[in-house]
């Protein structure tokens, strides 16, 4: 018999996503699963995953019945703004009024008044501020994360931010990924410049890359800010400099972002609503990983959301986030994401489980780590309140994770609810 630290029992579905790689296209439909499953947990990793039929093969420290419900990976969330400073509800009043994000941005709002915001927040209290959000996060559901610097426009804030994030990705249960975004708007200081602007931003990647302070280089493609003539230049100084790539790319007009995504072999391409027939196309030979965001689109007040049925239909690899802001997608909540992916994009049950585990995994390159439940793999899990895996994404804008469990460590649990599951000691 072996003794083990935690031993779930009486798991209805366990969603294991077991894959060598990404799943593109029609291969979304699969969902590796097991009924009435079980698995033991040791040292912080899987120690073994099967049936119930091998419950007395085990003797646990904590074990915990599961009572039928749902049990899969911590769930990835590969595209957040997490760190920045202040809120922007004011700007609820001019959307109503039907003024366009990108005029907002214009006018000097928007990303820029977060700008403002973050360069005034002293590091302790946007590590605080960001924390905050990262424990909802985690409560969600959530174990695994992109975060995106942006905020700062200056080397001061930029480098700040990516500060934060990596004493975070230090402290905290949920693991973060960094992005270097500084090419997210023109600062006022350089309106008239952005080419003098992005040779300012290229000139601290060096300093990045020596820290560690990000793996990815981002660009925000799009009228107003960045075209496709400048990203390709700045993203090909990053890339060989050694960065991994990602793109905002045709969110609100369709420039050509998810083409150059494509060209530069960048990991992924980001929101693409506007994604032309050859942009998709060309996602799925180059294999970059689409992630959608949905919420955004929604938040937008947009009709028209990506075309997730013909990215999947042609074999793209498609990936679901929150895009977590302060601006166009104010919610840490990725479960709800899950239900847009349903309702907006189309995307059935078994595209949105691999969209936000093995394909979000892959989409920060930590495809090795997370997003799947493997022996000795980290044992980062969920169990939710939910009967099936159908019913996640249907039962909408709720929290369903009851029991989060991040490194074989119980890292958020409902507690003093009816439902709670029980979780008893030796
Ligand atoms: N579009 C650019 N960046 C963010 C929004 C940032 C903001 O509005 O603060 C996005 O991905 O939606
Ligand atoms: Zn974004």
């Not at 990976?73 to 760190?83: E, F, Y």
């Not at 980001?270 to 919420?295: F, M, Q």
């Not at 691999?354 to 980290?378: E, P, S, Y």
Request: hydrophobic share 40%; with cysteine.
């Amino acid at each position: 018999m072996q003794h083990v630290d935690i031993l779930l029992i009486n798991i209805g579905q366990l969603l294991t996503m077991e894959s060598l790689g990404p799943r593109a296209g029609k291969e979304m439909q699969k969902l590796p699963m097991i009924e009435d499953g079980l698995v033991a947990i040791s040292k912080g990793k899987i120690a073994y995953i099967g049936t119930s039929d091998s419950r007395n093969d085990f003797k646990a420290d904590i074990i915990i019945d599961c009572e039928g419900k749902l049990v899969t990976p911590g769930l990835v969330d590969p595209h957040t703004h997490v760190v920045f400073g202040g809120s922007r509800e004011h700007e609820m009043t001019l959307k109503q009024q039907g003024i366009p994000y990108l005029d907002i941005l214009k006018q000097g709002g928007g990303i820029l008044s977060t700008v403002t915001k973050t360069r005034d927040v002293s590091k302790e209290d946007l590590y605080k501020k960001a924390r905050f959000h990262l424990d909802r996060m985690l409560s969600h559901g959530v174990t695994t994360i992109e975060a995106k610097s942006g905020y700062g426009l200056d080397r001061q804030t930029e480098l700040k931010q990516l500060k934060v994030a990596k004493q975070l990705n230090e402290t905290h249960s949920i693991d973060l990924v960094s992005t270097f975004l500084g090419a997210h708007a023109i600062p006022k200081e350089y309106k008239e410049e952005p080419e003098a602007f992005l040779q300012e931003m290229l000139a601290i990647l060096g300093q990045i890359k020596t820290e560690e302070l990000a793996e990815f280089v981002d660009i925000f493609t799009e009228t107003g800010v960045f075209t496709v003539e400048q990203s390709r230049k700045y993203l090909a100084e990053a890339k060989a400099l050694g960065f991994d790539l990602k793109i905002h790319a045709d969110e609100i007009d369709p420039l050509g972002g998810t083409e150059l995504a494509c060209e530069l072999c960048a990991v992924t391409a980001d929101h693409l609503v506007g994604a032309s027939d050859e942009g998709i196309k060309r996602l799925a030979e180059s294999g970059t990983i689409a992630v959608l965001l949905p919420g955004t689109t929604f938040y937008l007040g947009k009709d028209t959301f990506a075309r997730a049925r013909k990215m999947i239909d042609e074999g793209v690899i498609v990936a679901l986030a929150t895009d977590f802001n302060p601006g166009s997608c104010p919610t840490e909540n990725l479960q709800l994401i899950m239900s847009f992916a349903a309702l907006k994009l189309k995307m059935t049950p078994e595209e949105i489980w691999n969209a936000v585990t093995i394909n979000a995994a892959h989409a920060i390159n930590r495809g090795d780590v997370a997003g799947q439940l493997v022996i000795g793999r980290q044992a980062d899990l969920v169990i939710w309140d939910v009967p099936n895996y159908q019913y996640l994404p249907y039962h909408y804008g709720v929290n369903h994770a009851n029991t989060v469990i991040k490194r074989g460590e119980i890292v958020s649990k409902r507690s003093n609810h009816p439902d709670s599951i029980v979780v008893s000691k030796k």
